[in-house]
């Protein structure tokens, strides 16, 4: 059977991770460092394209930059956000609202990477993204650390490849995933096989490295991550709560992820580079994620992994609060929506103003090394770490940023 173009896609870049993931680095102590601190779990929930604070977390409703879009109270007195999130809005009590964090990247790639990182792009030194310290800090498993969910993910860099992003394009290509592992389980019984014939001194190490990688695979396949991917054996009820779009399967996939062990996982949403009809698609999308990151917020707490995750909405920037002659926004990295909750983050608080237009932050902003700071903090590990790499340098957890002290 032929598997559509998509499914194929997943199925390379899913099982290229699996091998990524099982085969040791030849140069693996170059990348080894001292444990900076107790890593939780983290999820992250990223809007690709950069989304509106506008339409979302920092509405502007009767001013010339507002458009259309109204706001609504929340669970905590005084905090309002944009109607595009009711079912959010009544769980405001657990999450908290940066509005005054400042960019320098309009750049999508860029901002991407300053995001995920919390240094800028510098091509001749790379840098780890939080999921890769994430999953480099964690114990040693037999299964992924850290998921991409929705996309490929950024490279480990220094970390090494046993903590790249082990990549789920499509929850519903998860069970052919699941085939793909289990034809190489026959690989590995057949090598078992091949080597007990012949004289193994003859066949090289290329055969101890083979049968190492896939005896790695065998392990992960009687772990609870491989029943986490399949979100098919996933009760009516949870199908039903997190419904039938993309990104609540893929947030149903996360939850299963995290139940599993998986130290961190970030789901991907694409679509928010609204340079045209901005309040119908934001609204479309805030549709969309609305439900399901509420079912997710609601399952952490009820399964008790609320404490010890921690939870984060952003983009790669905001959205400029001029409306174009396209009804849409531009490029605008001057204020950059992010809300963070769970684990060591203090919930119910808004961080930093702007003021009454959008276009300008009131009083100091908040750097996205500050923000990375906040995470590595919220997540037990100290920004301050250092890392050996593979060029022999020490290279610092965060760049020199200052954790924000209102949100822990």
């Not at 009711?86 to 609202?97: G, N, Q, T, V, Y």
């Not at 800028?120 to 850290?146: C, K, Y």
């Not at 908040?366 to 100290?382: E, H, R, S, W």
Request: hydrophobic share 40%; charged share 20%.
């Amino acid at each position: 059977m032929k598997l559509p173009l998509a499914r194929r896609r997943f199925l390379g870049h899913s099982l290229g991770g699996v091998f990524a993931f099982a085969m040791k680095h030849a140069c693996d102590s170059l990348f080894a460092a001292e444990s900076a601190g107790t890593v939780k779990r983290c999820v992250v929930l990223w809007m690709g394209g950069g989304p509106s604070q506008m339409e979302t977390f920092d509405p502007k409703p009767g001013k010339v930059t507002g458009g259309p879009t109204t706001s609504i109270a929340t669970s905590v007195p005084g905090i309002e956000i944009a109607s595009n999130f009711p079912e959010i809005a009544k769980r405001m009590d657990r999450l908290s609202i940066i509005r005054n964090l400042s960019s320098m990247e309009a750049d999508h790639d860029r901002g991407q990477y300053f995001l995920h990182t919390g240094y800028p792009l510098v091509q001749a030194f790379p840098r780890p993204t939080l999921g890769a310290i994430i999953s480099h800090e964690s114990p040693a498993a037999d299964f992924p650390m850290f998921v991409s969910v929705g996309g490929s993910g950024l490279g480990p860099a220094y970390m090494g490849p046993d903590h790249a992003p082990f990549a789920v394009d499509d929850p519903a290509a998860a069970v052919q995933l699941i085939a793909g592992l289990r034809r190489q389980r026959r690989s590995l019984k057949f090598l078992e096989e091949f080597s007990t014939k012949f004289d193994e001194s003859h066949l090289g190490s290329g055969l101890d490295r083979r049968r190492a990688t896939l005896q790695r695979i065998e392990r992960m396949m009687t772990t609870p991550f491989v029943k986490a991917l399949d979100v098919e054996n996933a009760s009516e009820s949870d199908r039903a709560r997190y419904g039938d779009g993309q990104f609540g399967r893929r947030c149903l996939l996360a939850r299963r992820l995290l139940e599993s062990g998986v130290r961190f996982v970030e789901i991907q949403q694409d679509g928010w580079d609204t340079h045209s009809d901005n309040f119908t698609a934001v609204a479309s999308l805030c549709g969309e994620v609305d439900g399901p990151w509420s079912a997710l917020l609601d399952d952490l707490q009820s399964n008790g992994l609320w404490n010890e995750t921690l939870v984060v909405w952003m983009g790669e920037f905001g959205r400029t609060p001029q409306i174009n002659s396209d009804n849409g926004r531009d490029h605008f990295p001057n204020a950059t929506p992010v809300v963070l909750g769970g684990g060591a983050i203090r919930g119910g608080i808004v961080v930093g103003q702007t003021n009454e237009t959008g276009l300008e932050i009131v009083d100091d902003s908040v750097t996205v090394p500050d923000l990375f700071a906040t995470l590595l903090t919220g997540l037990g590990l100290n920004p301050a770490h250092e890392f050996r790499t593979e060029f022999g340098a020490l290279a610092l957890a965060s760049d020199h940023g200052k954790p924000i002290g209102a949100l822990l």
